[in-house]
């Protein structure tokens, strides 16, 4: 029998209602419309939760599961030791997920239903609740990229204090399960009751969609990484295949539900954005980018870390190809003729001749197969002298080890050690040249043509 507290922490890792909790009440825009003035003359009727109670609350039910523990607000190391954070912990950074966030972007197939509530109106025999629920207005992340990608979107209008009553009409939903839902969200302290009804908390405001914080991207069931997360529920059939559970919940991969959903791919590019922002000037500072006069981005979405490459070293100039070239298009119209971006898969032909090419958190989307392919196209444009630079978390040295399960269940791919990368790069005539370590969980690695 094992002692109490490790029973109680074991319990507190493997529940699942407070993350669904959450992700619903911000799937529901509960977050957005219950804001008000917190200096506004309410009183609540419930002490705001302490780690304590929400840990007390979430015991046996709740805590960090799937692909919610990763990437916290911000968080851009990867401690192994944070696997074991409490349920307090998990709760007091909102359970947020990297998911799909992690991917770098480009091909490829998905409909059905949800976990609860479905998020896709076209999904197989969906409840008229669960379709209710998305279509509420506001309650969906739909906006327009624009450039540079926006790191957040509008959320519903905040209304202020509500009743359930009032809340469960505005949003068709049965009033005795919201009633419950609010309950649990009052013990995590994500709102308050008062005698108007609820109201978001400052704490539960880090959920609303213009926070700021990633976490409305990550957790909303109808973007990129919210809907990603839902395939968890199948890990199982991912752990006994080795293929990703993605299309065995949606009938379709990730890259086809992002060509055929614009706002999927919106929101997919707003993460990438958000997810990388604080980490750009890590990869601008460790590499020697101004050896190179031209560089092209190979599926670099919005051409972010692109952008602060040629931002950085007025000599060089840039190319990025990408299934969506809209978005780093308007992103590096600032540069004029020292950069465009072209519409195109990383498994066809690209630009050749060019003295680097750049895979940001690319292969690890891919099992060996594809990302195999994809080093081939690399291998097929590059010149003698040219570089391939492959921006990855390495296995082993900084990358969590949940990133590989995120990485499995979304697209069936994975983190890859460094004698991995070299083993993946050789058939194509690549050999590995050099290694440097990021600060946080990445390292740039350094491929070049073997000279024989």
Same mark, same amino acid.
């Given at each position: 029998?094992?002692?109490?507290?490790?029973? %109680?922490?074991?319990?507190?890792?493997?529940?699942?209602?407070?993350?669904?909790?959450? %992700?619903?009440?911000?799937?529901?825009?509960?977050?957005?419309?219950?804001?008000?003035?917190?200096?506004?003359?309410?009183?609540?009727?419930?002490?705001?939760?302490?780690?304590?109670?929400?840990?007390?609350?979430?015991?046996?039910?709740?805590?960090?599961?799937?692909?919610?523990?990763?990437?916290?607000?911000?968080?851009?190391?990867?401690?192994? &030791?944070?696997?074991?954070?409490?349920?307090?912990?998990?709760?007091?950074?909102?359970?947020?997920?990297?998911?799909?966030?992690?991917?770098?972007?480009?091909?490829?197939?998905?409909?059905?239903?949800?976990?609860?509530?479905?998020?896709?109106?076209?999904?197989?025999?969906?409840?008229?609740?669960?379709?209710?629920?998305?279509?509420?207005?506001?309650?969906?992340?739909?906006?327009?990229?624009?450039?540079?990608?926006?790191?957040?979107?509008?959320?519903?209008?905040?209304?202020?204090?509500?009743?359930?009553?009032?809340?469960?009409?505005?949003?068709?939903?049965?009033?005795?399960?919201?009633?419950?839902?609010?309950?649990?969200?009052?013990?995590?302290?994500?709102?308050?009751?008062?005698?108007?009804?609820?109201?978001?908390?400052?704490?539960?405001?880090?959920?609303?969609?213009?926070?700021?914080?990633?976490?409305?991207?990550?957790?909303?069931?109808?973007?990129? &990484?919210?809907?990603?997360?839902?395939?968890?529920?199948?890990?199982?059939?991912?752990?006994?295949?080795?293929?990703?559970?993605?299309?065995?919940?949606?009938?379709?991969?990730?890259?086809?539900?992002?060509?055929?959903?614009?706002?999927?791919?919106?929101?997919?590019?707003?993460?990438?954005?958000?997810?990388?922002?604080?980490?750009?000037?890590?990869?601008?500072?460790?590499?020697?980018?101004?050896?190179?006069?031209?560089?092209?981005?190979?599926?670099?979405?919005?051409?972010?870390?692109?952008?602060?490459?040629?931002?950085?070293?007025?000599?060089? %100039?840039?190319?990025?190809?990408?299934?969506?070239?809209?978005?780093?298009?308007?992103?590096?119209?600032?540069?004029?003729?020292?950069?465009?971006?072209?519409?195109?898969?990383?498994?066809?032909?690209?630009?050749?001749?060019?003295?680097?090419?750049?895979?940001?958190?690319?292969?690890?989307?891919?099992?060996?197969?594809?990302?195999?392919?994809?080093?081939?196209?690399?291998?097929?444009?590059?010149?003698?002298?040219?570089?391939?630079?492959?921006?990855?978390?390495? %296995?082993?040295?900084?990358?969590?080890?949940?990133?590989?399960?995120?990485?499995?269940?979304?697209?069936?791919?994975?983190?890859?050690?460094?004698?991995?990368?070299?083993?993946?790069?050789?058939?194509?005539?690549?050999?590995?040249?050099?290694?440097?370590?990021?600060?946080?969980?990445?390292?740039?690695?350094?491929?070049?043509?073997?000279?024989?």
């Amino acid at each position: 029998m094992g002692n109490d507290t490790d029973i %109680r922490l074991l319990r507190e890792m493997s529940g699942l209602v407070t993350p669904m909790a959450l %992700r619903v009440a911000v799937t529901l825009g509960l977050p957005d419309r219950l804001r008000a003035d917190h200096a506004a003359n309410s009183t609540p009727t419930n002490a705001p939760a302490t780690a304590t109670d929400v840990a007390a609350a979430t015991d046996a039910d709740s805590g960090a599961t799937g692909a919610a523990t990763a990437e916290a607000v911000g968080a851009d190391t990867a401690d192994p &030791a944070a696997e074991t954070t409490t349920v307090a912990d998990a709760a007091a950074a909102t359970t947020a997920a990297p998911g799909a966030a992690d991917a770098a972007t480009t091909t490829a197939p998905g409909p059905a239903t949800g976990a609860g509530l479905t998020t896709d109106a076209a999904a197989t025999a969906p409840s008229s609740n669960a379709a209710t629920i998305v279509a509420t207005p506001g309650s969906t992340a739909t906006a327009t990229v624009a450039a540079p990608v926006s790191t957040v979107v509008a959320g519903p209008a905040a209304t202020g204090p509500a009743t359930v009553d009032r809340l469960a009409a505005e949003l068709d939903v049965d009033p005795m399960a919201l009633e419950l839902l609010l309950g649990h969200l009052v013990t995590l302290g994500v709102v308050d009751r008062i005698d108007a009804g609820y109201r978001t908390t400052e704490f539960g405001a880090n959920l609303c969609a213009d926070a700021g914080t990633g976490l409305h991207n990550l957790l909303h069931h109808d973007t990129a &990484a919210g809907r990603a997360d839902l395939a968890f529920v199948d890990l199982a059939h991912s752990i006994r295949t080795g293929e990703p559970a993605y299309p065995l919940r949606y009938g379709r991969d990730f890259w086809t539900d992002l060509a055929e959903r614009p706002h999927l791919r919106e929101a997919f590019d707003r993460q990438m954005t958000w997810r990388i922002r604080q980490r750009i000037p890590r990869f601008v500072e460790a590499f020697d980018w101004a050896r190179f006069a031209t560089i092209v981005d190979v599926g670099g979405g919005p051409g972010d870390l692109l952008a602060a490459v040629l931002e950085a070293h007025p000599d060089t %100039r840039g190319h990025l190809v990408d299934l969506e070239a809209g978005p780093a298009r308007a992103n590096l119209a600032r540069f004029g003729d020292r950069a465009g971006a072209s519409k195109g898969s990383f498994f066809d032909p690209l630009p050749a001749g060019r003295d680097a090419y750049l895979l940001f958190d690319i292969l690890h989307d891919w099992d060996d197969d594809g990302a195999g392919r994809i080093l081939a196209r690399c291998a097929e444009a590059m010149t003698r002298d040219a570089v391939l630079v492959v921006i990855e978390g390495i %296995r082993g040295v900084g990358a969590a080890t949940e990133m590989d399960l995120i990485m499995l269940v979304h697209f069936g791919g994975r983190e890859r050690s460094i004698a991995e990368l070299e083993k993946l790069a050789e058939p194509h005539g690549l050999v590995l040249a050099g290694t440097t370590k990021v600060q946080g969980d990445h390292s740039v690695l350094e491929f070049r043509k073997h000279p024989i």
